[in-house]
């Protein structure tokens, strides 16, 4: 892998690296699991340690360097370590290190290079020594280097290219210099460069692609507004460019492959004078700025992306896409868009996907991935030996719990038991099963809506051993009587907010985040939306920067329904 990485944290709260592909996608959950555990029971495709992740609040965002996994949210503490926001693991015990920058506010990008590890947030001291909101962190110590740039306000992302950091959020000055939201920064002294770009707003996500530096906000030329919610710079002049895919809602992840930006968020559409339908995630010639063939479609927000070998991995707050059910990760083959086998099934939002040395990390709001328990952190690779389970996922239909399963080996008999907690008692529910081709199928017609369960395979084996698969779960929800605001947590806030979302009938929908007088601050989603449950992040910013705290409503407007929902803001 690079040896230098580059993080972002999007409204949303997004991270975004390259990741590995696999030879074959079996969902194995390790959270570092010690080599000595990994085969504790062979019989299980699906193997975890719960007691090895365990930070105790959201992760934003995960980078991995020099053997070493760097976590960053609103945590306190780590496999029980007290670590205030910001942690690093080692890759093979998964001990918390010894490095504790212990920043006294929010951490919300993290760009390691070398020995360097630079980190951009909310706070005013990190590393033993008072730095406003930018700072270098020594990679071993975790002390602050003398590297002080200083930003008057939130750094939200960073990028490091050579000897530039290339720093956006939405401060006005940094680096000694007035440098509204976006700026290039000497990697040695910490002034701003003469690099000087005309951003508009608040800058959340950045990319490079080729000789542009690509972001997530506007711009204006000469007092008219040019680019919308996309833009791109000259990474040399600082001039803008014409490249405008101009989406009509907000992105909130990027990722760069070859000349292809892969982009995802809240958008429908792309492109200028000639539209094309995008749900929430496209991909655009690094060139022209417009829009290719690939269009997979999501059924919800995306915050997450990650490209290497052919695939693209995907995250966010989605429950489909490209017509498969895929609940807030999924890989998307490059070629075609075509949704791959790959289903680890999280049980909430994706921020962050991280590959690193055959496997990938995942940071989110979810508390448990691949049928396992799991908060928040985790690491899924291929299983180290010849597994006996390919495959088990359950999906909710209409009629039912619907699970497939495909176990790699001759057995005499396969039962599903099901249990409303994770533990016990298990039981066998009548179920109605059929053959798919190189997969079995079971419907589970007695799920009720409104409950969670558990299922699992008890299978005997050729030479009679019994092996257990699972458990994984299945949420079955309540039938979908009203559009609209289902919840929004927490609240009050200091950080990230989740607002979930639902549509009866396929409607156009904006989402929006509006302040006491009625005035719009920042656009959640905007565009048509399909029979089903969504949901989106909100990182307490708007179109011109960080707000301030105080009262705000999460408002929806809909041909059927206008309505808000109270939501305090705390600073």
Known sequence: MAATWSSTTAPG???????????????????????????????????????????????????????RVYAWGMFTSIRGVPRHGLASLDVATGAVTDWDPNPDDGVYAVAVSGSTVHVGGDFSVIGGQSRSRIAALDATSGLATTWDPSANAAVRSLLVSGNTVYAAGSFTSIGGRERPWLAALDGTTGSATGWDPPATGTVSVIARAGPLLITDSGFFRQFAPIHGTMGAVDTVTGALTSWDPNPNSTVRAMAVHGNTVYVGGAFSQIGQTVRSSRYRLAAIDATTGRATAWNPGAGGGVTALAVDQGIVYVGGGFTSIDGANRNYLAALNESDGTATSWNPGATSAINSIVPDGGAIYVGGLFGSICGQPQSFLARMQDSPTGTLLARFDAEVKSEGVLLQWQIQSTVRAVA?????????????????????????????????????????????????????????????????????????????????THIDYQVVRREPVRVSVVDVAGRE?????????APGRYSAVWDGAGRHGRLPGGVYFIRWQSPSRVMQRRLVLMR
């Open 416 to 496: 599903v038991e099901r249990s409303e907690t994770e533990t016990e008692p298990w039981t066998r529910p009548l179920v109605e099963v059929s053959e798919q081709g190189e997969a079995t199928q079971a419907l589970d017609r007695t799920a009720e809506p409104g409950h969670s369960y558990w299922y699992r395979l008890v299978a005997t084996l050729a030479d009679g051993s019994i092996a257990e698969f699972g458990p994984i779960q299945a949420r079955v929800p309540r039938s979908i009587t009203t559009s609209g605001i289902v919840r929004v947590t927490p609240n009050p806030t200091k950080g990230l």
């Open 521 to 529: 601050a920042q656009v959640l989603f905007d565009g048509d939306l």
């Open 13 to 67: 709260a997004v991270a975004r690296w390259q990741r590995l592909s696999f030879v074959r996608q079996v969902c194995v959950v390790l959270g570092l699991v010690l080599p000595g555990l990994l085969l504790a029971n062979a019989g299980r495709a699906q193997v975890v340690d719960t007691t090895l992740w365990a930070p105790d609040g959201v992760v934003i965002g995960v980078a991995v360097s020099s053997g």
